[in-house]
Structure formats: C-alpha cells, structure tokens
C-alpha cells in the first residue's frame, strides 16, 4: 500500500512537472522610456529664383540655338532702299524668316550658402526636371551670364552643367579654357541656354561636362 501511494504520488508529480512545462512563461519587460527625439537638421538649398518667357513676348534669338527652342516665322522685308516717290513699279517683299523664342523658364537669380558644394547644381537640376514634365516648357531653360562683381560671370558654372551660348565662339572660348585649365576665366557675356541633350544628361550629372 506505502508503495502504491507513493507511486500515485510520483506519478501525480510528474504530470504537474509537463503540464507547467508546456504553458508557455508570461513574463513582463519593462520598455525604456522616451527620453527626447532629436530634429534632423534641414538641409541647406540654394536660392534660385526663375520667371517665364512666353512666344507672345516676341523675343527675337540672333545665333545659334536648338530648333526646340525656336518658332521660325517667315516674314515679309521690305527693302529700305526702295523709294516710295516712285510708283513705275512695284517690288515683291522679299520674305526673311525670323526665329522667335518659345515658352521657356529664365534663370533670373541663384546663390548658394556654400560654394562648390552641390547646392547651385541641385538647384538647377530640380528646375530641369520641373521643365521637362511641364508640357509648355518641354525643358527649355535659358539664363543670362552676366559679371555678378567685376570680373567675375556665372558663365563657367552653367556651362559645365550642359548650357551653352547662342554664340558658336563664345562656346569655343569655354572649351579652350577648361582644355587648358585656366584659373581665371574672363567674364562672358550673352545668352546661354540648355540643349535638349544635355538636359538628360544634366538629370544624371555626375559624370559629365
């Protein structure tokens, strides 16, 4: 019976000892309190500013430029050299075709609060893609390079992000000078603009220009 009893018990036991095993331990942590959340500092832009040129403002382009860029009207001309006080004939207008800007943005101002650092070229880069998803514009961007001190022209920094001159041999300079590395390129003066091109290009810069 004493051995019976104690079997039972141990039996007992050991079920109790599996039945503890298999209920899975509920145990409380304590999470560590929130002391404070740090601000991500904003990060510094330049500052551009930009206005529009419409084909109704009938700017004239003289040079070069990218045929997106132009709305080529032909015109009549008529001669200064024909005299009105004779009437024995009369001349044909010769027709003259005259190229008219299209709707662009214009690069008006753009400083960075820190040089050589990214911040003009994330600028005109954000500018870029707003004109190209812009069904007006359809990426076209022109700017003026004029000296900001007295020797001194944007006119380097806009060619190296893609923008060239209506003038062929102000171009020409540009690239002599970067050929050979001139320290100080002089003020250029005119007209840049960004080809279509190189406004695909610009969106990915990194490696050229």
Not at 43 to 68: H, N, W, Y
């Amino acid at each position: 019976m004493i051995n019976n009893i104690t079997t039972n018990v141990d039996t007992r036991m050991q079920q109790q000892m599996s039945v503890m095993k298999a209920n899975p331990s509920h145990v409380s942590v304590a999470t560590p309190p929130i002391l404070a959340f740090k601000t991500i500092p904003t990060k510094e832009k330049a500052t551009l500013r930009t206005k529009k040129f419409k084909r109704s403002d009938g700017i004239v382009i003289i040079g070069e430029m990218d045929e997106s860029y132009l709305d080529i009207v032909e015109e009549d001309f008529k001669s200064q050299m024909a005299n009105p006080s004779f009437n024995f004939f009369q001349l044909q207008p010769q027709k003259k075709k005259t190229a008219y800007l299209k709707d662009c943005y214009v690069i008006d101002y753009i400083q960075s609060p820190k040089h050589r650092c990214g911040l003009g070229t994330e600028a005109i880069k954000a500018l870029a893609e707003k004109a190209m998803f812009d069904k007006k514009i359809e990426g076209r961007i022109v700017t003026f390079s004029a000296p900001v001190w007295k020797e001194s022209s944007p006119a380097l920094f806009f060619y190296k992000l893609g923008f060239r001159f209506t003038i062929p041999q102000a171009n020409q300079y540009m690239e002599e000078c970067l050929i050979k590395n001139v320290p100080d390129i002089p003020a250029q003066l005119g007209m840049m603009y960004l080809p279509k091109n190189n406004l695909h290009k610009l969106l990915r810069y990194g490696e050229l220009f």
